[in-house]
């Protein structure tokens, strides 16, 4: 099983995942991460400008919380990209 399935089944799993485990997800997936404001980011889809999620980088504590891996979910499928 390479890294991405990997780490799709983390994403997909009831399983903690840390902001270092997503963030390189979205970098396999072809997505590049983009600082704004604060803790909000936003991850650009390389060849696709327009196509863009954002959220938030969780603090003090490095781990997702269930609600941002929902949505990241439901728009990596709603876009096809799993």
Known sequence: MSRK?????LLTSESQMSWSDFASLMRLLDFELLNNNGSRRCFAKRELANLKFFTHEPHPQN???KYQKK???NFLKENKIL
């Open 71 to 73: 949505e990241a979910l």
């Open 5 to 9: 399935d990997k780490l799709i089944q």
């Open 63 to 65: 781990v997702l919380k």
